[in-house]
């Protein structure tokens, strides 16, 4: 219990003073007594109490006039009395407080049940702390509800100039009526800032954006590019503003860095996953022969060429880092002193064989196409290009007509050119040269050296029997002739056995 006179002489210690404190006490009562909430030292503290006890002259509010007085202390108020006072505000309420028991104490603060606890005007984060139907938590800009919002005002918002707290150039961005209004074009009221770059499709995503302008919803993806501040200035956006690449992909190493030292060289960063263009955008003269597989973005360039490589080295994969067995049937011919590009054009397609094998090979190449049937290397040289270095073919594999040769001359190679099968040795060359061995016999008969007279070339014995030497010695054998000859040579030696 605490007397009156002792009530006025705390209070003179407090924040409003004794005049203020004893003026909104109930008159004397012949020595009666008054509780006094132990609370009240907290509530005056409130914004409701601030506001109803700091008034001055006929406005100030006795607390009388809100709570009844008696020796049994403070009555708490009903909540209709304040439509004593407020008529007007109490015909406008809280715009969302459809189905929801509000009153004016929900929202305008008169009791507190700690110390030391920071009061704002209005109670809004007793509610909007926690989601409220589909409107989310509110996070930012909680401190100054009514710089913003007059719930007793239709409309209830009047958003603020917000410049007023943010000193910000707008150079790229929808206008409004308002400074509120063009800045609430990008960030939507209770947004966190980074919410405002998800905004910028609602226009650059629009068919009827030029197309430098359009942006691909999917450019924006998770864990890359999450939103277009992760690239561009915030309220700016320029392309000379733009950070570059390298501030977030610092270590990454491209192919060629000398030609592709700027990222969107290749890649579109509007685009989804910023996809990259198709090499032969700019790398127009590769043949569209190629054969090569594409990777697995599509790309038949990048099948070859890393176009992130993890280490500097050679601008293309090894080509046995694909082409391995069986399909070289375990061998790689010349691998001793050539590459791959030595035969191939990487980006030339799969080379004819003539031409593979001219640019080395020349001389026989261009003899072999004297002979239709020598034309295709592969047909003597089996396996090729790829195959083990192996002997040719036999020439009767292909020549099975050609009767094997006589004595001492075990090859053909011996008498003809290879690749041209032209004859490039007669019987004389070996036969009648001052180096060998003479013929004996009739063969040293001048008439009888030409040898295709008698000889055919490919087979083991000459013609023989009179109808063969009949063909130039014309006259027939002597009466005298003591039988019938069967063979001239019996008689008329060509050759003397040792």
Not at 119 to 145: D, N, S
């Amino acid at each position: 219990m605490t007397s009156r006179a002792a009530l006025v002489a705390v209070a003179a210690l407090g924040v409003w003073g004794c005049e203020t404190v004893s003026s909104v006490l109930p008159p004397e009562q012949d020595g009666g007594t008054l509780t006094v909430p132990g609370g009240y030292h907290l509530a005056r503290m409130t914004p409701g109490h601030r506001a109803h006890l700091a008034l001055e002259g006929e406005q100030r509010v006795p607390c009388r006039d809100c709570h009844a007085l008696a020796d049994a202390g403070f009555a708490a108020p009903p909540v209709t009395i304040c439509a004593g006072c407020h008529e007007a505000q109490q015909r406008q309420h809280h715009p969302l407080d459809a189905g929801v028991s509000m009153s004016c104490l929900t929202c305008h603060v008169f009791l507190a049940k700690e110390p030391g606890v920071r009061f704002e005007k209005w109670g809004c984060m007793g509610c909007h702390a926690e989601a409220q139907g589909t409107k989310a938590p509110i996070t930012v800009h909680l401190e100054r509800c009514d710089s913003c919002h007059r719930p007793h005002d239709a409309p209830f918002t009047a958003p603020a100039d917000c410049t007023s707290c943010h000193a910000v150039t707008l150079v790229h961005g929808a206008k409004g009526d308002t400074v509120a209004q063009t800045c609430m074009n990008c960030h939507p009221p209770h947004s966190k800032a980074p919410v405002a770059s998800q905004q910028c499709l609602t226009c650059h995503a629009r068919g009827d954006m030029t197309l430098a302008a359009r942006v691909s919803p999917q450019a924006l993806f998770p864990g890359g590019h999450p939103g277009c501040g992760t690239c561009h200035s915030p309220h700016t956006f320029q392309k000379n503003a733009v950070k570059p690449c390298s501030s977030c992909h610092e270590k990454r190493l491209v192919l060629a860095p000398d030609s592709h030292a700027k990222c969107d060289t290749c890649h579109q960063p509007h685009q989804p996953m910023a996809q990259p263009k198709p090499c032969v955008s700019c790398h127009q003269k590769i043949s569209a022969t190629l054969k090569h597989p594409a990777s697995a973005e599509g790309q038949t360039c990048t099948g070859c060429h890393v176009a992130h490589p993890t280490e500097p080295g050679p601008i293309a994969v090894p080509c046995l880092s694909c082409h391995q067995e069986p399909e070289l049937n375990g061998h790689v011919v010349h691998a001793a002193t050539l590459s791959c590009d030595s035969c191939h054009l990487p980006h030339g397609g799969k080379p004819k064989r003539g031409v593979l094998c001219v640019t080395c090979h020349e001389e026989q190449v261009l003899a072999a196409k004297q002979n239709k049937g020598h034309a295709d290397c592969n047909q003597c040289h089996a396996g090729l290009p790829h195959a083990e270095s192996e002997a040719p073919r036999a020439c009767l594999s292909c020549h099975e007509d050609k009767v094997p040769p006589q004595k001492k001359h075990p090859e053909c190679a011996t008498c003809h050119a290879s690749h041209s099968a032209k004859v490039i040795a007669t019987c004389a060359s070996c036969h009648l040269s001052p180096t060998s061995e003479a013929l004996p016999g009739l063969h040293a008969v001048q008439k009888h050296r030409e040898c295709k007279t008698c000889h055919a070339a490919h087979t083991p014995e000459p013609r023989r029997g009179p109808a063969a030497c009949v063909s130039c010695h014309r006259r027939l054998p002597p009466a005298s002739h003591p039988t019938p000859p069967t063979q001239c040579v019996g008689c008329h030696l060509f050759t003397q056995e040792k």
